[in-house]
């Protein structure tokens, strides 16, 4: 059965690029959906066939293809729902709603949990009044003007569209073996690129209420276990002995569509094997989808930070994207969880390209995913009271809510701090800096003896003047940027929380309401015991993960700050020996 | 006769202040003229008497009592003109134009000399966009708005306004004498005080052109004698062996008409006698009126600096105007000519009431002003060829000129750069370091162990960036305040040149026309001999001059460029220090 699509905005398309124009309102039959990169080929009722950008149109959503409930490897986020009688699910209907608010309402992830009007709000970027005199030195300007592509539609919230296109037609590498993949799932009907359409448009669609875990006849007999120990700090995850750690480096641009589309391949060296792999962004995003389906439910897993990112120059672009995939990268090596992951490892050490294939399509076809990852954790304590659970969960969100304004804070003061260090202020140092120089070429006019020593070092301060200009808008590249960096990562990190305490708050409201439903006999009193017992598991996650949140926070904000003040100093010694150097110049004999 | 005088502009009394309410175009009769700080005594048609402001009216401009000519002690400013044919007046009538043209023409007094369109214009204070930000720190801030003073009139552009007020009945000390001298000289009718009126309404009234020194029969047996030597630098004036210096301090508050009326006095001690004398606002403006007269034509008198400064405070005025004062008597005193003339020692070292009083008389008494202070000059090398004289005068135009560009320039990014560091850059820091505070904050709600030492540190950045955003708004007070205030009182004195120059070049252009008036028998063969030797004279003068002020002016960059740097220095070493400090409070483990 064909799939149609309903056309959302006018496209024109670029002449030799197998592009389509549509019309707004238009029917098109998908051709191809796998043609990566935002793009999908489509043909229109005159039976033109080429490419359209993904976020200009809508597939029809009722997907025919899609299977209705049951059978196994069909819908990989609803996971193993065994013979739960699925008539339970309207019982939560009003329970499950934080969850299906956090998603939809996706500007504000946390309107749910807190009162705080100012809360989440990025109005500071926008409302600050310089914020059209920025300079070209500032990576931040674009970040609250949304992307920059000349023609993305009005309302591509999550958009795909990237600077890095996608091969039609493999340009070598294992490209080619992941397109053959993609159609051979796309038989299957819940390929890897179709369900991320899937999530685009019916957002929360993977993240379901947690009664999937908490009522469950049976787990799943997944080999993998999560055990949670007590550690000093209370439930940790289990740590690795070594942890991996890997470098993303050395960008190459290739080319596909006979040259007509070029994408970026970065070389990936885990610490581990010591074997550098490649990928392009969108096998990043792939990792990215399968890891926030497996475990983004109990993990904050932050999204890829390049989607905002533009430079002026396309160098600036691949060498400010490399930099925050190798952060993202980090984040992940670091986390023990998610390094120990089976796709996770699949992506830093595949063998070849028929060792990534295989292992590309085990992944996808996970279905220890979703609430039911919860299912594999371990915790060594013993079963926590709901009133804890709850308690915990409450602290943990007004937290990282707290925590959330205070980053954004200083994203803010930090944003405003870069325009005027790469703006206004080098200006008025140049203009002190000309203004010495200017009275110094004045003087050498004078025609009156002895004037030279003045007139050399007059000038001389006032080049040292120009020169402390340049260091100070230089100086945000060296000092400021790592600061706001980790503070923009820690932001996307909080922004994943609601989600995850969501899925948390949801399974104790579940807890709370067993009593109506063993009286209802929509479950049984046993049914409500296993539900205690495992939101308790769900507490302990929740809790590790906290944990290790915080470590990795104390560390990072130690690093960083480390650096920052490092720099600063420097800084301000430099231009302090400099001015000692002018000033030794003077003379009053 | 009784002195009448036109209303300007309305007035109204503040009542209980011995004041009188006068309307525009009413006419008054003059009943007291020594009332001094800008007051003047009047009767009304009604024949209600009191004070009405001395910038509100004009008096009568046909002075009745004042002499025709040749008769001495009537008009100081024109000299001993002995039996010069006044008649030959008319015929330099074109040639005098520039100097009055500078006179009238007091917004650009570069205007006569230069084509640059760009010079001599204040606009950039005005066009300040920032202009309206300035924070109460701000000294500056007031320059470009003219004088406080609520009730100034509109056009009043020699302000005589201040915020000392004078007495009316002496409250004690010299004051009393003063007002009887005043008495007295209104006898004579051309005493200081009516004479400074008539310099007010008549501009250019006291710089009479150079044709009086230039063609007058005999020149002055005066005592004084102004040598000019040859130095290494060419032409100099003849230094003393030790400078004369003076200290300017102690500011106390006095009152007089029964408490209404408040002024300030200083105590002057000079480095000769290290005997302290006191002195009010109005003796410092008698004396710059006096050595205004008496070596205006051949020697910048700068204008005493305070009429435009206001404090938002008293306290903070007295100060600012105190270090002007001080800024101003140093200025006098390092010069050789002025520093060594009989008033001005008089000013410093009189030794009682009589001796002040009985000296007072004499200066105003003096002859040997305007232009005929040319006639004490005497150089001890040969006479000038009038082509070398012209050039020296062109190039001192020009470099007084572009030195008057530079020291505006200056002054405006000064002004930019002080309000950037008094107003959004602390504000700036402020903001940083509350920002580090607040995540502190929040980190200390973790509930998470071994948290304290990030935010013990986060804490102590925090403060330290409001410490830097201290730093950083007082610095302006430390090191630009003198750059400014070297740079004002430059401006200043360069504001005098094109008076000075004027002078100089009305004589070369009389001398130019000599021919002229040699074959219209307007002066004779010997006159034109004469012309040419005197021109001679002034050039040396103006060439010692000019010597004199480079030397200072090579003195005075160096040494405001030394404390300037090293203020700087200081500054950014602090910081450096102190964020070192709060560097070291991080630790990565």
Redesign the interface.
Same mark, same amino acid.
């Given at each position: 059965m064909a799939l149609k699509a309903q056309v959302l905005y006018d496209f024109t398309a670029e002449a030799g690029n197998n592009e389509l124009t549509v019309k707004e309102g238009e029917t098109l039959t998908i051709t191809n959906q796998n043609i990566g990169g935002g793009w999908i080929e489509a043909r229109n009722s005159r039976g033109d066939v080429g490419l359209v950008p993904e976020d200009y149109i809508e597939l029809n959503k009722a997907i025919p293809s899609f299977p209705a409930s049951g059978t196994t490897a069909a819908t990989p986020s609803v996971g193993n729902v065994g013979n739960l009688d699925l008539s339970v699910f309207d019982a939560f209907a009003p329970a499950s709603a934080p969850t299906q608010n956090q998603a939809s309402n996706g500007n504000d992830p946390w309107s749910v949990w807190n009162t705080d009007p100012s809360g989440g709000s990025n109005s500071n970027w926008a409302s600050n009044p310089e914020g059209t005199q920025t300079g070209n030195t500032d990576p931040w300007s674009s970040v609250p003007h949304g992307h920059p592509q000349a023609y993305q539609g009005p309302g591509a919230e999550d958009d795909e569209w990237d600077d890095e296109w996608d091969d039609m037609k493999s340009s070598g590498g294992y490209t080619e073996s992941e397109t053959g993949d993609g159609g051979a799932m796309q038989r299957g009907g819940a390929h890897a690129t179709s369900m991320k359409i899937s999530l685009n448009k019916f957002p929360g669609f993977s993240k379901s209420g947690p009664e999937l875990y908490l009522l469950c006849k049976q787990l799943a007999k997944s080999k993998e276990k999560l055990p949670i120990y007590m550690g000093?700090?209370g439930p940790v995850w289990s740590y690795p002995e070594t942890q991996l750690d890997c470098v993303v480096a050395d960008p190459k641009k290739g080319s596909k569509m006979y040259g007509l589309k070029s994408y970026i391949e970065y070389q990936i060296t885990p610490n581990t094997t010591n074997r550098p792999v490649n990928h392009r962004y969108k096998h990043f995003d792939w990792l990215y989808e399968r890891l926030l389906d497996k475990f983004g439910s109990a993990i904050p897993i932050p999204s890829l930070p390049d989607k905002q990112v533009t430079g002026r120059f396309e160098e600036e672009f691949i060498k400010m994207r490399m930099e925050r995939l190798q952060g993202w990268m980090t984040r992940m090596c670091r986390h023990p969880v998610v390094s120990n992951s089976e796709v996770f490892q699949l992506f830093l050490t595949y063998k070849d390209e028929k060792d990534w294939k295989t292992g590309k399509r085990k992944a996808e076809k996970d279905e220890t995913v979703g609430v039911m990852i919860f299912s594999t954790i371990e915790p060594e304590s013993s079963d926590l009271d709901p009133t804890e659970v709850e308690q915990k969960c409450e602290?943990f969100s007004?937290?990282t809510k707290?925590?959330d304004?205070?980053?954004k804070?200083?994203l803010?003061?930090?944003h405003?701090?870069w325009k005027?260090c790469t703006g206004?202020?080098p200006k008025?140092y140049q203009? #002190?800096g000309?203004?010495?120089q200017?009275?110094s070429?004045? =003087?050498t &006019?004078?025609?009156?003896?002895?004037?030279a020593?003045?007139t050399d070092?007059?000038t001389a301060?006032g080049k040292t003047y120009e020169e402390i200009a340049q260091l100070v808008a230089e100086q945000p590249r060296k000092d400021l940027h790592f600061l706001m960096e980790t503070n923009n990562e820690y932001k996307g990190l909080l922004g994943c929380f609601p989600d995850t305490i969501g899925v948390h708050k949801a399974g104790i409201d579940k807890v709370k309401e067993a009593d109506k439903l063993v009286a209802t006999s929509k479950i049984t009193p046993q049914d409500k015991v296993t539900m205690a017992k495992r939101v308790s598991t769900m507490s302990y996650a929740l809790q590790a993960e906290?944990?290790h949140f915080?470590?990795n926070?104390?560390?990072d904000?130690?690093?960083v700050?480390?650096l920052y003040?490092?720099e600063?100093?420097k800084f301000?010694?430099t #231009?302090?020996a400099k001015?000692?150097q002018?000033?030794s110049q =003077?003379? &009053?004999?």
């Amino acid at each position: 059965m064909a799939l149609k699509a309903q056309v959302l905005y006018d496209f024109t398309a670029e002449a030799g690029n197998n592009e389509l124009t549509v019309k707004e309102g238009e029917t098109l039959t998908i051709t191809n959906q796998n043609i990566g990169g935002g793009w999908i080929e489509a043909r229109n009722s005159r039976g033109d066939v080429g490419l359209v950008p993904e976020d200009y149109i809508e597939l029809n959503k009722a997907i025919p293809s899609f299977p209705a409930s049951g059978t196994t490897a069909a819908t990989p986020s609803v996971g193993n729902v065994g013979n739960l009688d699925l008539s339970v699910f309207d019982a939560f209907a009003p329970a499950s709603a934080p969850t299906q608010n956090q998603a939809s309402n996706g500007n504000d992830p946390w309107s749910v949990w807190n009162t705080d009007p100012s809360g989440g709000s990025n109005s500071n970027w926008a409302s600050n009044p310089e914020g059209t005199q920025t300079g070209n030195t500032d990576p931040w300007s674009s970040v609250p003007h949304g992307h920059p592509q000349a023609y993305q539609g009005p309302g591509a919230e999550d958009d795909e569209w990237d600077d890095e296109w996608d091969d039609m037609k493999s340009s070598g590498g294992y490209t080619e073996s992941e397109t053959g993949d993609g159609g051979a799932m796309q038989r299957g009907g819940a390929h890897a690129t179709s369900m991320k359409i899937s999530l685009n448009k019916f957002p929360g669609f993977s993240k379901s209420g947690p009664e999937l875990y908490l009522l469950c006849k049976q787990l799943a007999k997944s080999k993998e276990k999560l055990p949670i120990y007590m550690g000093e700090v209370g439930p940790v995850w289990s740590y690795p002995e070594t942890q991996l750690d890997c470098v993303v480096a050395d960008p190459k641009k290739g080319s596909k569509m006979y040259g007509l589309k070029s994408y970026i391949e970065y070389q990936i060296t885990p610490n581990t094997t010591n074997r550098p792999v490649n990928h392009r962004y969108k096998h990043f995003d792939w990792l990215y989808e399968r890891l926030l389906d497996k475990f983004g439910s109990a993990i904050p897993i932050p999204s890829l930070p390049d989607k905002q990112v533009t430079g002026r120059f396309e160098e600036e672009f691949i060498k400010m994207r490399m930099e925050r995939l190798q952060g993202w990268m980090t984040r992940m090596c670091r986390h023990p969880v998610v390094s120990n992951s089976e796709v996770f490892q699949l992506f830093l050490t595949y063998k070849d390209e028929k060792d990534w294939k295989t292992g590309k399509r085990k992944a996808e076809k996970d279905e220890t995913v979703g609430v039911m990852i919860f299912s594999t954790i371990e915790p060594e304590s013993s079963d926590l009271d709901p009133t804890e659970v709850e308690q915990k969960c409450e602290q943990f969100s007004r937290f990282t809510k707290a925590m959330d304004d205070g980053v954004k804070e200083i994203l803010t003061v930090g944003h405003e701090h870069w325009k005027r260090c790469t703006g206004p202020l080098p200006k008025e140092y140049q203009r #002190i800096g000309k203004a010495f120089q200017n009275l110094s070429s004045v =003087f050498t &006019t004078s025609g009156y003896q002895g004037e030279a020593t003045l007139t050399d070092a007059l000038t001389a301060a006032g080049k040292t003047y120009e020169e402390i200009a340049q260091l100070v808008a230089e100086q945000p590249r060296k000092d400021l940027h790592f600061l706001m960096e980790t503070n923009n990562e820690y932001k996307g990190l909080l922004g994943c929380f609601p989600d995850t305490i969501g899925v948390h708050k949801a399974g104790i409201d579940k807890v709370k309401e067993a009593d109506k439903l063993v009286a209802t006999s929509k479950i049984t009193p046993q049914d409500k015991v296993t539900m205690a017992k495992r939101v308790s598991t769900m507490s302990y996650a929740l809790q590790a993960e906290m944990n290790h949140f915080h470590s990795n926070r104390i560390y990072d904000y130690n690093r960083v700050m480390q650096l920052y003040l490092e720099e600063q100093v420097k800084f301000y010694e430099t #231009i302090a020996a400099k001015l000692r150097q002018a000033h030794s110049q =003077f003379t &009053t004999m």
